[in-house]
């Protein structure tokens, strides 16, 4: 079983930077894959990046590429993902899930576990 904490959104204006945490509990968690959704309203839920459980892989929507960064720290059970140069339609609910299976993937339904999500916003 595996518990996910979200923080650190909030509003920030275009070109601006935020950097979300997903704080984890279980025994597993430094043997899971992670990975960042979000959510915008009237939109389903898409990919945004995943990492290997080592942290020595990952992976990005081409939408976030180059803007965004994923990283983990085991020691920590934190994953984090640095976002810089933020755009209105990067405004969602994002959310940290986790793995239990080998290999990230960007399907939401591979996921087995989830947290509550934080908002963000980017005004322009």
């Known amino acids: 079983q595996v518990h996910l904490v979200e923080s650190g959104g909030g509003l920030v204006q275009a070109g601006g930077s935020l950097r979300l945490s997903c704080a984890a509990s279980?025994?597993?968690?430094?043997?899971?894959?992670m990975g960042w959704f979000r959510q915008a309203p009237g939109k389903e839920r898409e990919f945004v990046a995943a990492v290997s459980w080592s942290g020595g892989n990952t992976y990005y929507a081409d939408s976030v590429k180059g803007r965004f960064t994923i990283s983990r720290d085991n020691a920590k059970n934190t994953v984090y993902l640095q976002m810089n140069s933020l755009k209105p339609e990067d405004t969602a609910v994002y959310y940290c899930?986790?793995?239990?299976?080998?290999?990230?993937?960007?399907?939401?339904?591979?996921?087995?576990?989830w947290g509550q999500g934080t908002q963000v916003t980017v005004s322009s």
């Open positions: 279980g025994r597993t968690f430094s043997r899971n894959n």
């Open positions: 899930a986790a793995r239990i299976l080998p290999g990230m993937t960007v399907t939401s339904t591979t996921y087995d576990y």
